[in-house]
């Protein structure tokens, strides 16, 4: 891990129509770290990924990546696998991974194909490398879905729910690979609302209704409660009482 963030949002503000959606948001994310914005549904979770992606734009505020604000230079070292998933049902899994490979500029041939053999034993997807997406089980398209998103290996990677729907076996091999990841210097920026997912992150933000009401490691959250048997959940609850004068 190092001192530099990989993201600076500060003062963030994004309306859909009149509805306020993130309300003047500030967080530094540094490099190295897999980061969680955990929050209930409907609490911004995807909007502020879109936005830190650039796919929307804010009302207000300002976006840093890499120390430069945002723009669509950063798109070949930014890596985003979205909730739902964005893959093409009738070609195989192989040629998945070579159109995002394709997409994010990696142009030669030879380092493109060896790329991509990694990314398909990295998920464990080899024996089904030649099958089309439709026939592959909802754990396998989520496994395919987080290959097309670190095929061009990201220094950031955004993954909106990416253990939505997992068994516990799978999920824990999600982590594993994650882990990997930020061992490697990358930063993994996650949205969820499973507890699960959170004990996992090295840093947590918790959303509500589009602003962040505490964040930290998680054991300083818990830790915040005074309650040595607290889980992340309790924590969360305790924020949103303090939040409203009720801790
Ligand atoms: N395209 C849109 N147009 C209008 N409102 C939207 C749009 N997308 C999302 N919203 C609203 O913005 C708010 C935040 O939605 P968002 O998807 O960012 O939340 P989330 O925390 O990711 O939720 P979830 O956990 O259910 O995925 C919700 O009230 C949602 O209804």
Not at 71 to 88: A, K, V
Request: glycine share 8%; charged share 20%.
């Amino acid at each position: 891990m190092t001192d530099k963030n990989a993201v600076a949002v500060s003062r963030l503000t994004f309306n859909y129509g009149h509805l306020r959606v993130i309300d003047n948001l500030s967080i530094d994310i540094p490099c190295g770290q897999s980061f969680g914005f955990l929050g209930p549904n409907g609490s911004g979770k995807t909007t502020l990924i879109r936005l830190m992606i650039g796919l929307l734009k804010p009302n207000n505020g300002r976006i840093e990546v890499f120390n430069q604000p945002l723009s669509r230079h950063h798109s070949s070292f930014i890596g985003y696998m979205p909730q739902l998933t964005s893959l093409y049902q009738e070609l195989s899994v192989r040629q998945n991974i070579e159109f995002f490979a394709h997409i994010y500029g990696m142009a030669d041939r030879l380092a493109r194909k060896n790329r991509v053999d990694e990314v398909i034993n990295l998920v464990e997807l080899w024996p089904k490398r030649d099958t089309s997406v439709h026939q592959l089980s909802g754990g396998m398209r989520q496994r395919l879905s987080l290959a097309c998103a670190i095929v061009h290996d990201p220094s950031l990677i955004f993954l909106d729910e990416p253990t939505v729907g997992l068994d516990p076996d799978l999920r824990a091999h999600f982590w594993e690979y994650f882990k990997n990841l930020t061992a490697l210097g990358r930063t993994l920026i996650i949205s969820s609302h499973t507890m699960d997912d959170a004990a996992h992150c090295d840093c947590l933000a918790f959303l509500r209704e589009g602003k962040i009401i505490a964040s930290g490691p998680p054991s300083i959250l818990v830790a915040a409660t005074g309650n040595d048997r607290a889980t992340l959940e309790d924590a969360f609850l305790y924020y949103i009482r303090k939040g409203t004068g009720h801790a």
